[in-house]
Every structure is written in structure tokens, then in C-alpha cells.
């Protein structure tokens, strides 16, 4: 009680979405009667975390739990799946939402966006917090689209463990199987880079079609995990009624009479009642055991000594911290299974993700040393608010964050004042007076921190982790840059595959559209803008087209702009085949000082792919270079690799050589990059030239009458089928496909099959044209054919 007194006197306003009820004194309800409420969605919620009934927790453990009882979760799969329906019912029994949301009627908590809810799709990752039988859950819903995997990736960064959604009635094929590949494995793959342990939930079992064995077999032998069954299902399809907990050996039966699937119960399974099932159940728990065994030595030695005779004599509890180690190593994946849109499951899945997933404190993260307590966190997402300004969402690592407090920002080397900390709940927020490690939390105030920043409690804070670094990199004798890079971990942001241009309706409204784009690729670091030279015009570049027409949307729906956008163009890029050697001279008096400068170089093609341009200087002139002449011969490289002379592409694989160059005194440095920059650009116009194009990997799932047609169709696109897949009554087609033959694909490949194909693409590599592809793409640019 005194803890909530002070919080009032303090004047600290938390969102609610009701008051307390049965408050004994009545100072403090009145006290409490000013605390702000934000209700932002048309829908039902229920009390503040640990609120429930007349329970009132101390508020300290309402804004910042144990550590241990933490857990940040993140949801992930492919499209379609059932990841944003998931997520519904674990608010829903959670106790945060009164009533359920559906994808298909545009109501559900974490899709928030009018796009997303017209879509039905997750573009952004919505974040929310609740709580969950004493744990607090901070869970991400994550999108499943391919343009759309910048949002994953820089959500797995910061979280301590995720679950993976699968829809059963296609195994990780997912959805008529056409995005294995594409997007299940590269979910999965970036999972593994940032070392996330998964559990993983069979969804839709009570699809017609849904096999639980051909399910848990896909996963074995596409994803190359050891999958542990906690779960059986009882039935399959439309006879799926619940679940066998395989390490209890109960049955969870839910009630078919039930509206919201809260109402089921959980019967052990006896020899009298379920001969078959008991038999079956004991059968997988056996295997279970001995699977956990070869994967846990001390959890061997416990049934090798005390429970060799009888593997029923085993204490359900040991073998649940025996699969909570081997989870938290990697070596193997829990799989449970339900059917979210049912409402059945869920629960199970809840206390799977506490049980088996790591808090923040069993995460191994190795920059944490170097910081010795102090405040070391991650901006890992920023959203643009029309009343609160920037919100970014921060994962603190280590130490302790609280309102208006002064934090440094490594990344930008700058300082900023953090005015309020925010909980998420989707786009609800309730105000906390302090963070603590562990935690995902939102930040109001800071204007220039971008997604990937490492933010610190000061500069001299960054400077002593910098030197510890530094030392147990010497002792481990690692590289420094090893240390730096640890220190300042973001997220890899893709290169973008398409752009057109973007023109607001009228001249005066080109600060308004600047102001747009700066605020979403702050939000979004895969969208790139840039300006072109030749025409003046904003230029979009996006991961896709379906990225591309969300931005577009968000200009018109977030900022009133009505943009148009250009037609799509691919992002080519342009390579030379031979070496080539130039000389230029740049005289130039400005003033009364006279610039003058001659260089000689060469530019040769590299075997590595880089998009940068590899630079290195000959013995002749490397010792007698100057610091500022190098930074300037670099400049000016760079900038002539930007456009390409035949498309105005970037060029890769290219190395420069500098074999002279003579300054006169004077000279500026700017001069000096021209120089380089105009001599480059005429070694490379003299130099046999290439065009290379993104190729794709694609896969397309149809049924047998229509494969022709479409195989068809892909020859025509210059397609390189690969092979051609048989799951259950469909045909898969895997190869690759050149990007610009794909664009409008979608709505050729319904007209093909009436609808009933799927398909996926992800970005596979560039690849050179052909001589006659890229003779015509040449003469379309240039307005011959």
C-alpha cells in the first residue's frame, strides 16, 4: 500500500482500462481516480498486470518482476500460419482482452495497423505485455511476409526465446507448402544466427488435411531440428477435440459446448477408460526420455541410476528441467500442437513458454561484462507518434532506466533526455516509473536514436566498457574491431530489390513528403531514400512491391499526402569483365588559388563479390600519401562506383588501383575526389561492362492440372526450374526466376489456376544478363524499342 501512496504523491500516471475496485482506504482511491486512462482500440480489456479480482500485488512487482520470472518471447512463422490469431488467444486467457479478435474481421490487438487490418497480414511487430501465472510475458508478434523480414530480424536480436508457428495441415511447406524456403527457413535461419531457443506450436489441427506425424517429420527433415513431442493430438481434422500431455500422461479435453475454449478440463489417463491412448502416450514419453538422455548428461545419469527399472516412476518435474536445459542449449525443439482459431491449446502453450524458455539472466550475452551494471540497452524498433513524437522500443541488457534521465547513444556519439518509459500493449501504453534489466519498454523523448543504436547511461560509461573490451581482447588476443562490433551489435539491414520514384502533389508540399519519408525510414531502415542527379526526383527503395505499396499508403493514411509513385524498376547493378587503366588532370582556379591535381589508376574486375569497391595502392605511392589525400582518393572512388555507365547502377566487384598521384600545393581535397571520381568513371566507360540482375528464388505450389500452364509461363520468364516436388495432392516447382520477369506475378498466377496456386520468392543472389537480355534491357532504357 505505501508503495502505491508514493506512486501517487509522484504524481506517476499509469494507463489503465479500468480502476481499482475495493481499494480499503479511500485516500488512496482518490488518489488513484487521476490516473490517466488511454483507450486507443474499440475493445474490451481487463485490469493492469497483477490487478485481478481484489489481488493487489506491490507495484515494484508490477512494473518490474523478478528476473527470473521474465521472459521475451517473440511469435514467428510464415504467412498464414495463425501467428496473429495465436497471439489473440494468449491475451485472451491471459486476462488482458475481454473478448476474442479475428484476423479475418480486422479487430485483433497486434495488428493494429489500417493496412494490416484491411490485409490481414502483420507488417510491423507489435509488442505486448502481460502476465502469465506470476511470469510477465513481453511477446512480439512478428510478420511472416517476405518483404517484410527486416521486422524478424530485428526482433530476434532482443529476445530470449521464441515460438515458432506451423500450420499442421502442411507441415513446414506451409500453406499449400509453396514457402518452405522462403520464408519458414529463413525465420528459422535467422533464429539460429542470433541463438534463440524455440519451442515450436503445431497450428490448425482442425484443418481437414492437418497430420500431426507428416508435421513433426517436415520439421525433422527441413529444418534439420531434434523435435521433442510434449503433445499428441486426440484426433486429427474436424474430430481434433485436445491434447495427451505426453510428460504427465493426462488428457486436456476441451469443452465443445465452450464459446472461448477457457473451459476444458484435464483428466489423467488410466488403463480402464483410454487403453489405447495410455499405451500410446507411454509409448512417446519412453521415447521422450531416452531423446532427452542422449541430449543431457546430468538428466541421463538421474534415469540411468534411480529410474532404469521403470521409466513411470520418473518425476514429471525432473524431466520438465531436464527439457528446459536442453531447449535453452539448442540441441533439440519442444513441439505442442492446438488449434488457436478453435481455441484450443493455448493454454498448454502458455505454461510451455514459461516453463521451457529462458528468463533474461540464462541468455549468455558476452558484451554484458564489459559494462559492470551500468545501463547497457538496444533500440531495437522506432515508431512515430502524432502526440508523443518518436517511441522507441528498447531492451536494457543490464542496469537501470528512468524518466527524465540523460542516456548516451554510441551509434549517433550524441546525448538525449528520456522524458517518460512506456509498457507496450500493442498500441496501448501504460507509463512505469523505472526499467529495469531484462525488460522491453517504451521510450518517449528521444529525437535522433535510430533502429540497431547501442544506448548507454553516459559517454565516460562507453568509454570504460571500450577499455575493458579492449583489454580482454588483447588477453584472448582477438582483433579490436572484434570488440567493437560486439559493443555496438545491431541489425543487418537488407539491400532493397526495387525502387520507383515518389512526387507529392505540388511543389510546396515536397517539405511535407520529406518529413514523411525521414520519419518511416527511421521507423523502417530497409526503406532507402534517395534524390537522382540527372532529374531532381525522390527516389523509393523498398524490399519488394508489396513494401513499396504499404509506404505509399502510409504517406496518404499517417500524413494526408497524396504521392504519386513511378513505375517499379529493379535494382540492377553493373560489373566489368576486364582491366583497365586511366589518367586525368583537374586544373581549376578558384579565387586566387589554383587546384590542381593528376591522377593515374586502374580498375579490375574481383572474383569475390563486393558491392564495395576494393581499394588498394601501388608501392610507388603508398608510403608518400598523406591521411587527407587517402580519405579523399577514397571519396572519389566511391562515388564514381555509385553510377555505373550503362544503367547508372552501382558497380561491384571492382578493385581500384592508385598507381600516381600528384597534388599541387593547395589543392583542396575536394578537388582531388573530382579528379578521382571523373577518372574512374572514364576508366570504367573505356572497360567491357555487364549488367547483373537479381535472381530469385521461387517456388510455386499448384495442383497437377494446372502445372503445365505455369511451367509455361515460368519458361517464358526466362525461369530456371530446379526440381519439381510432389506433397500430398500438389506439385511443387522450385528454381530461379529473374527479378524484373516476376513483378505482377500474383495476379497472373490466379488467372492461371483459378486461384488455387500459391508462391514465394526471396532474394537468392545477382547474377549476370545474357549479352541479347541485356542488349534489350538497354535499348528499353534508352527508348530504341
Not at 479511500?26 to 481487463?46: D, Q, T, W
Not at 520439421?219 to 510428460?247: N, S
Not at 469443452?255 to 489405447?276: A, H, I, Q, V, W
Not at 582491366?579 to 586544373?587: K, Q, Y
Request: with cysteine; aromatic share 6%.
Amino acid at each position: 500500500m505505501s508503495n502505491l501512496r508514493i506512486f501517487a504523491v509522484n504524481q506517476k500516471k499509469i494507463s489503465s482500462l479500468h480502476y481499482f475496485n475495493n481499494m480499503c482506504s479511500s485516500k488512496i482511491r482518490a488518489s488513484l481516480k487521476r490516473l490517466k486512462l488511454h483507450v486507443l482500440l474499440g475493445r474490451n480489456y481487463s485490469s493492469l498486470p497483477g490487478l485481478i479480482g481484489n489481488d493487489i500485488k506491490s507495484l515494484h512487482s508490477i512494473i518490474n518482476p523478478p528476473i527470473a520470472k521474465i521472459r521475451n518471447i517473440g511469435i514467428m512463422a510464415h504467412i498464414d500460419a495463425g501467428k496473429t490469431t495465436t497471439t489473440e488467444r494468449i491475451l485472451y486467457y491471459s486476462g488482458y482482452t475481454r473478448s476474442l479478435g479475428d484476423v479475418d474481421d480486422g479487430d485483433t490487438v497486434t495488428d493494429f495497423m489500417a493496412q494490416e487490418r484491411e490485409r490481414g497480414i502483420t507488417i510491423q511487430s507489435a509488442a505486448v505485455t502481460f502476465d502469465w501465472k506470476g511470469y510477465r510475458i513481453n511477446l512480439i508478434d512478428t510478420p511472416g511476409h517476405v518483404d517484410f523480414t527486416l521486422e524478424v530480424e530485428r526482433c530476434l536480436r532482443v529476445l530470449d526465446g521464441a515460438v515458432a508457428v506451423f500450420d499442421a495441415s502442411a507441415g513446414v511447406e506451409v500453406k499449400n507448402i509453396a514457402k518452405v524456403k522462403a520464408q519458414t527457413l529463413t525465420v528459422w535461419r535467422q533464429a539460429d544466427k542470433h541463438k534463440v531457443p524455440r519451442i515450436c506450436f503445431l497450428n490448425k489441427m482442425d484443418k481437414i488435411g492437418a497430420s500431426f506425424n507428416y508435421a513433426v517429420e517436415s520439421i525433422r527433415e527441413k529444418l534439420k531440428a531434434k523435435p521433442l513431442l510434449l503433445q499428441l493430438p486426440i484426433g486429427e481434422g474436424k474430430a481434433f477435440k485436445g491434447v495427451v500431455d505426453v510428460v504427465r500422461t493426462e488428457k486436456l479435453l476441451w469443452n465443445p459446448n465452450s464459446d472461448d475454449g477457457k473451459d476444458f478440463e484435464r483428466k489423467p489417463l488410466l488403463e480402464m477408460s483410454d487403453p489405447k491412448l495410455l499405451k500410446e502416450t507411454t509409448e512417446a514419453r519412453n521415447a521422450l526420455i531416452e531423446q532427452v538422455a542422449d541430449l543431457d548428461d546430468e538428466f541421463a545419469d538421474l534415469v540411468l541410476g534411480e529410474f532404469s527399472e521403470n521409466f513411470d516412476l520418473l518425476p514429471a518435474e525432473k524431466l520438465q528441467t531436464a527439457i528446459h536445459r536442453v531447449t535453452l542449449a539448442q540441441t533439440a525443439v519442444p513441439v505442442l500442437c492446438g488449434s488457436a482459431l478453435k481455441n484450443k491449446g493455448v493454454q498448454p502453450l502458455l505454461d510451455a513458454i514459461t516453463m521451457y524458455l529462458p528468463s533474461p539472466e540464462e541468455r549468455n550475452y558476452e558484451f554484458l561484462q564489459w559494462y559492470k551494471g551500468d545501463l547497457c540497452a538496444l533500440a531495437f524498433k522506432v515508431l512515430h507518434d502524432k502526440q508523443r513524437g518518436p517511441l522507441v522500443f528498447m531492451r536494457i541488457y543490464s542496469g537501470m532506466l528512468k524518466p527524465q534521465t540523460a542516456i548516451h547513444n554510441i551509434n549517433g556519439n550524441c546525448t538525449e533526455r528520456v522524458s517518460r518509459l512506456l509498457l507496450p500493449f500493442a498500441d496501448q501504453h501504460i507509463e512505469i516509473p523505472l526499467l529495469t534489466a531484462g525488460n522491453i519498454a517504451l521510450t518517449v523523448g528521444l529525437k535522433h536514436t535510430a533502429t540497431g543504436d547501442t544506448i548507454v547511461s553516459s559517454r565516460s560509461s562507453a568509454l570504460a566498457a571500450s577499455r575493458r573490451a579492449k583489454r580482454e581482447g588483447e588477453k584472448k588476443q582477438k582483433e579490436n574491431n572484434e570488440a567493437e562490433r560486439l559493443l555496438l551489435a545491431g541489425v543487418e539491414i537488407p539491400e532493397p530489390v526495387f525502387f520507383c520514384t515518389i512526387e507529392p502533389p505540388s511543389m510546396a508540399k515536397q517539405p511535407d513528403l520529406d518529413h514523411a519519408l525521414k520519419c518511416l525510414q527511421r521507423e523502417d531502415p530497409s526503406l532507402k531514400v534517395k534524390l537522382d542527379p540527372d532529374s531532381g526526383q525522390t527516389v523509393l527503395c523498398g524490399m519488394g512491391e508489396l513494401h513499396i505499396e504499404i509506404i505509399h499508403d502510409r504517406i496518404k493514411r499517417e500524413y494526408g499526402l497524396e504521392t504519386y509513385l513511378g513505375p517499379l524498376q529493379v535494382a540492377y547493378r553493373e560489373a566489368i569483365l576486364n582491366s583497365i587503366r586511366a589518367t586525368d588532370t583537374l586544373d581549376r582556379t578558384l579565387g586566387d588559388k589554383r587546384h590542381l591535381v593528376t591522377v593515374e589508376l586502374e580498375a579490375k574486375p574481383v572474383e569475390t563479390s563486393s558491392l564495395l569497391p576494393v581499394i588498394e595502392y601501388a608501392a610507388s605511392v603508398a608510403g608518400d600519401l598523406s591521411q587527407a589525400s587517402r580519405e579523399a582518393f577514397e571519396n572519389g572512388v566511391h562515388s564514381a562506383c555509385l553510377q555505373g555507365p550503362l544503367l547508372g547502377s552501382p558497380v561491384q566487384d571492382v578493385a581500384v588501383t592508385l598507381h600516381s598521384l600528384v597534388i599541387h600545393p593547395g589543392t583542396s581535397t575536394t578537388m582531388i575526389s573530382a579528379c578521382v571520381s571523373r577518372c574512374l568513371q572514364k576508366a570504367l566507360k573505356k572497360a567491357d561492362k555487364q549488367i547483373l540482375e537479381p535472381l530469385m528464388n521461387l517456388e510455386v505450389t499448384v495442383s497437377r492440372e494446372y502445372l503445365s500452364p505455369v511451367l509455361a509461363d515460368l519458361a517464358q520468364r526466362r525461369g530456371n526450374i530446379q526440381e519439381i516436388q510432389s506433397r500430398q495432392d500438389n506439385k511443387v516447382v522450385i528454381g530461379y526466376v529473374p527479378l524484373a520477369e516476376i513483378m505482377g506475378y500474383s495476379t497472373v498466377l490466379r488467372t492461371l489456376t483459378s486461384g488455387s496456386a500459391t508462391f514465394a520468392l526471396e532474394l537468392s543472389n545477382y547474377q549476370a544478363m545474357n549479352p541479347q537480355d541485356q542488349s534489350t534491357l538497354l535499348s528499353q532504357r534508352h527508348g530504341l524499342s
